[in-house]
């Protein structure tokens, strides 16, 4: 049995937002790793050149 154009064009969408959402939570975990990864090498830059 085939489904409706409208039924399977509901899939898609609710996939596509699925993927959207964890597109957004990857980038917020991506964007907190730079900022750490950042923190880190400041700390490493201050700590290699303190007297």
Sequence with gaps: MMK???TE???V???AEQ???LVDALETQ??????SA???L???AA???AD
């Design 9 to 11: 064009q509901r899939r």
């Design 38 to 40: 950042a923190n880190l």
């Design 47 to 49: 700590e290699l050149t």
């Design 19 to 21: 993927r959207m959402a």
């Design 4 to 6: 409706s154009h409208l």
């Design 30 to 35: 991506l964007a907190a790793s730079r900022t």
């Design 42 to 44: 400041s700390a490493l």
């Design 13 to 15: 969408v609710a996939k």
